[in-house]
Each structure stands twice: as C-alpha cells, then as structure tokens.
C-alpha cells in the first residue's frame, strides 16, 4: 500500500486543486510503478509559512518582502 506525502505552504489552495494533485499523484504511482490507485494513500499537509523556511528563513518573511 503506497503512500505519498505531499506537503505545501498553507496559502489558500482550493479543495479542487487538492483533489487535482491527489488524483494525478495516484496516476503517476499507477503510471510509473505500477501500482494500484485503490490501495494508494495520498496525503497533503498544509505547513503556515512561518513554519516553513528556505535557506533559513521563514517563508513568511521571504514574501513580504519580495511584495
């Protein structure tokens, strides 16, 4: 039973493009691995940007100040 983690930056994805990325996750295991959309898990963590850092700096702070 695979699983894929997916994980993004809580910064208003709709529920239909959550349900889009799950879908086409399943399909790219099915695709590539062969393995089975009924038995694949496919779950999406929504991360605040202040909790989410790149080259060690919150994510919040890297988009007030690119605006």
Do not use: C, F, H, Y
Not at 18 to 45: H, Y
Request: net charge negative; proline share 4%.
């Amino acid at each position: 039973m695979p699983m894929i983690n997916v994980k993004i930056t809580k910064e208003g994805a709709t529920a239909e493009q959550k349900k889009q990325v799950m879908a086409e996750m399943t399909d790219v295991l099915a695709r590539v691995l062969g393995k089975n959309p009924a038995t694949t898990i496919v779950i999406i963590e929504e991360v605040e940007t202040e909790n989410w850092a790149i080259g060690g700096e919150p994510v919040s702070e890297l988009r007030q100040r690119a605006t």
